[in-house]
Each structure stands twice: as C-alpha cells, then as structure tokens.
C-alpha cells in the first residue's frame, strides 16, 4: 500500500521555464510535507516542507503547494536550472509517528541547457 | 557543521560475511533514522531511534539486521550473515525537534 505517490517518473523541462513536480497521498493523518533533492552517490538534501494548516510556503526559486481536499502536493522551481538535474523525493509525515516519514518514489528531473 | 556522518561509503562482500555501517548524527539531534534504498522498493525506513532508544523497528527485513544506538553520537545498523539480496544504499539521518531529517552520504553495499 503506497501511501505516497510520485506518478511521474520523470520530467524534462527547459532552462529557464518552470517546473512542476507532483504527488499524492492517501492517509489523512499526514500534516507535515517535505521535498528532498538526490543526486547521484549523495544522500538525499532537504529542500523545502509545508504544514498542513498552510497551503503555500515558498523559499527562493522554490514553492511548495498543498491541496488537502486533493490530497495533493506539487513543488514548483521558477526558474528552472541544469544544476536542478535530479531525482525529487516527496515526503510525509503524521499520525501516531512521529517524525517517521514516508517517501515517495521519486521524479528525476532534467533541465537542458 | 559536519552533518550526518556514515562509514564506509563502500562495501563489497561476500555471502555469509558480518556487516557493520556505521553513523554519526548531527550534534544535538535527538532521532536517528536508518533507511534502505533498492530500485524495486525505493526509501524504506528500517528502524529509528527516539533519544538512543529504539521507537519503530517494523520495517526491519528479517532477524539477519540489528541495529543499536549506544550513545547520543554513535549507531549501528549491521548484517549477520549477510546476503545478496541485502545490496542496496544504506542512509542514516538525524532529526531534531523539528520534523525535517538530513540524511548522510549513505554507504553502498554490495554482498556477491
């Protein structure tokens, strides 16, 4: 049972235009929402995260969206750059857990020159 | 700021042969995570810890894993005996009372 879903495998955008990366959850006890950057041989960076009693926070080139009655979250990058090229992890958290986080399967992002 | 600390980086083994990963938590943080990352299964949380004790270990694969946090700045995960199918990237990350975790650099490895 995947609680955390990244439909889109991957994404390719061009320098310059915005990117939009998804990802929907099905339990309704997540209240804390976190995006995470991989690229490869490093450990997954913490980029940006959002509360549930937010429907917006934004940080720099970076905006996190969250739509609770869609159980959706999407991170925006405007503008988009090369040294964006990754894999986009979604995570969330809630419930009895504290802390605990559940990932998502990622969406590698390319951004072309 | 050192950040999550984890050794080795790289480990190649054979079947049978004890596996220890080592971690070293950012300073202060409260919660330790270990993660296993496979292309079938992506990011699974093995088992973490709550001020060096052990909260949620459910996502352990089998009695072969053990993991322990004997002081504040120091954990283990370690695999005895290991096999193949045990290749994978192993994270560990630390969280403190804010509920963002930041990984290491994780350690690759690969049990022939």
């Known amino acids: 049972d995947q609680q955390v879903k990244q439909n889109s495998p991957s994404l390719s955008v061009q320098e310059g235009r915005i990117s939009i990366l998804n990802c929907d959850y099905t339990?309704?006890?997540?209240?804390?929402f976190l995006w995470y950057k991989k690229y490869p041989a490093e450990g997954p960076t913490f980029l940006i995260s959002?509360?549930?009693?937010?429907d917006k926070n934004e940080d720099g080139r970076f905006t996190v969206f969250l739509n609770k009655s869609a159980k959706h979250l999407s991170l925006h990058i405007v503008p988009s750059q090369p040294g964006d090229s990754a894999v986009y992890f979604c995570?969330?958290?809630?419930?009895?857990?504290?802390?605990?986080?559940?990932f998502g399967q990622g969406t590698i992002l390319t951004v072309h020159p | 700021d050192a950040g999550v600390i984890q050794s080795p980086r790289h480990e190649v083994t054979e079947m049978g042969q004890e596996v220890t990963l080592r971690c070293k938590p950012i300073?202060?943080?409260?919660?330790l995570f270990w993660y296993r990352q496979t292309m079938m299964r992506g990011l699974e949380l093995l088992i973490y810890?709550?001020?060096?004790?052990?909260?949620?270990d459910s996502g352990m694969p089998e009695d072969r894993f053990s993991a322990k946090m004997p002081n504040a700045s120091f954990s283990t995960l370690k695999i005895q005996p290991s096999e193949p199918r045990d290749s994978a990237v192993y994270f560990c990350a630390s969280m403190s009372g804010v509920r963002t975790q930041y990984f290491g650099p994780g350690t690759r490895l690969l049990v022939l």
């Open positions: 339990n309704s006890m997540f209240d804390y």
């Open positions: 995570a969330a958290a809630g419930g009895t857990s504290y802390g605990k986080l559940t």
């Open positions: 810890f709550n001020n060096n004790v052990p909260i949620d």
């Open positions: 300073s202060g943080h409260n919660s």
């Open positions: 959002i509360s549930s009693i937010k």
